[in-house]
């Protein structure tokens, strides 16, 4: 059982940056790949980044690719991604997710535990 909790949201004009982080409960931290995942008003949750259990290998959605960078320190328990260059189209809940495995996934049902959320909010 992995409990996730995500911070760092906020208000940011366009063009700035954010950093996100998800801190995790448990010991198990480093078997994990942690996904994040965001959702604006009305539409469909899509998946943002991903990163293996060593932080050896990221993988992004190319609407954030160049702009995004996730990283981890397993000795906290925590995943970050640094979010540059932000632009409207980013404003969105923001959601950390953990699964089991070696793979890197986009794919939301590959994921077995979810954070609450962040909100992001970019302003033009």
């Known amino acids: 059982q992995v409990q996730l909790v995500e911070s760092g949201g906020g208000l940011v004009q366009a063009g700035g940056s954010l950093r996100l982080s998800c801190v995790a409960s448990?010991?198990?931290?480093?078997?994990?790949?942690i996904g994040w995942f965001r959702q604006a008003p009305g539409r469909e949750r899509e998946f943002v980044a991903a990163?293996?259990?060593?932080?050896?290998?990221?993988y992004y959605a190319a609407s954030v690719k160049g702009r995004f960078t996730a990283s981890r320190d397993n000795a906290k328990n925590t995943v970050f991604v640094q979010m540059n260059s932000l632009e409207p189209d980013d404003t969105a809940v923001h959601y950390c997710?953990?699964?089991?495995?070696?793979?890197?996934?986009?794919?939301?049902?590959?994921?077995?535990?979810w954070g609450q959320g962040t909100q992001v909010t970019v302003s033009s």
């Open positions: 990163i293996n259990r060593s932080g050896s290998s990221t």
């Open positions: 448990g010991r198990t931290f480093g078997q994990y790949v």
């Open positions: 997710a953990a699964r089991g495995g070696t793979l890197v996934s986009a794919r939301e049902d590959q994921y077995d535990y």
